[in-house]
């Protein structure tokens, strides 16, 4: 019985044992990527138009609401828009719409 479990313990061990064969790869090796997924070409999303937004600013005193200011802004570039907007905080923001608050010190 001694001889079968030892057997069986050296017949996994070999099974389980990795293979000589090297099966990496260096990470300059793209020999495994096929050509036509290399040259695809990926779409670029820009749109002709400004997108338009409501934007909502609510200025709070505390906890009191003192002034409400909607404008309609075409904005070309999201880096200006948010630079325009650096001081406030996102309070909503949902489809073609975004609410910013501030909080000032009347005192």
Not at 5 to 34: R, Y
Not at 37 to 54: D, G, M, S, T, W
Not at 81 to 95: L, R
């Amino acid at each position: 019985m001694h001889t079968i479990w030892m057997s069986t313990v050296l017949i996994i061990s070999l099974v389980l044992q990795p293979s000589a064969v090297n099966t990496e790869k260096n990470a300059s090796d793209h020999s495994f990527v096929n050509a036509s997924v290399v040259n695809k070409e990926i779409p670029a999303f820009v749109y002709q138009e400004p997108l338009e937004l409501k934007v909502i600013l609510k200025t709070y005193d505390n906890e009191e609401l003192i002034d409400t200011e909607v404008k309609n802004k075409k904005i070309w570039a999201m880096e200006d828009f948010w630079a325009q907007y650096k001081d406030w905080t996102v309070e909503g923001q949902e489809i073609g719409k975004i609410v910013f608050q501030r909080q000032v010190d009347r005192t």
